[in-house]
């Protein structure tokens, strides 16, 4: 079985721009979180999507957002990048139930 | 709102020491805990997974246990080897009406010298 797979991979933005980044999850598996990991924040959590709908949401400011699509992919979008939005972002996928978290291996963004 | 510790933040033992691995949450509303490692720069590894109901998880040499009334996980690695050099993840989600979000300590990196 595929893990959950992230693009890009790796990203180089200026600040002001905006991004986008993708996340597919473990086939069968209906939640998509998103988490932002920074040297100084550690793992913070940004949202969490289920069957299209956002069940929670972390806190971060309105310029990070996300979406679902009915075959469970996600995105999320950063509007009007800062330097202090270089991390890693990390998704991972799990069926409801149990919950346990695979996670895909991150974009790492880095802001200029 | 529930905060996770995991102390210490760096380990260093000989290759072969058994060795354990601290995780404390303030809020015991749980819905389960989970154990990861992640190698530098990579994503995370799901290690072992306990359920609110459950004490203690075990796969192969690790055994994870939850002690929910004080707030407390351990992660005991057996035997330890210098491929389990790493950064140990504890991670905590709670239960509402949504079944909640993860919420992660800072992690114990972990060095097995050979």
């Known amino acids: 079985k595929a893990g959950v797979t992230q693009t890009p991979r790796y990203l180089i933005k200026t600040r002001g721009q905006q991004v986008t980044l993708s996340c597919s999850p473990i086939s069968g598996h209906r939640s998509v979180s998103w988490y932002q990991q920074t040297p100084g924040q550690g793992l913070q959590f940004l949202f969490e999507?289920?069957?299209?709908?956002?069940?929670n949401k972390g806190n971060f400011p309105g310029r990070f957002s996300g979406r679902q699509f009915s075959n469970s992919r996600s995105e999320m979008n950063v509007s009007t990048l800062e330097l202090g939005d270089s991390a890693l972002y990390l998704c991972?996928?799990?069926?409801?139930?149990?919950?346990?978290?695979?996670f895909g291996p991150g974009t790492r963004l880095t802001v200029t | 709102k529930q905060e996770v510790t995991q102390i210490p933040a760096a380990l260093s033992v000989p290759e072969g020491e058994n060795l354990v691995l601290n995780c404390s949450f303030t809020?015991?509303?749980?819905?389960?805990l989970q154990w990861f490692r992640q190698d530098p720069g990579k994503g995370l590894t799901s290690l072992l997974l306990i359920q609110s109901s459950q004490r203690e998880q075990t796969s192969g040499r690790l055994n994870a246990s939850l002690d929910k009334s004080s707030g407390r996980s351990t992660l005991y690695i057996a035997a330890s080897q210098p491929g389990d050099s790493a950064t140990y993840l504890c991670a905590v989600r709670n239960y509402n009406t949504n079944a909640g979000k993860s919420t992660f300590g800072d992690g114990t990196t972990l060095t097995v010298k050979p």
């Open positions: 999507y289920f069957s299209e709908t956002q069940r």
């Open positions: 991972a996928s799990s069926r409801q139930g149990p919950y346990e978290q695979y």
């Open positions: 809020d015991s509303a749980i819905y389960n």
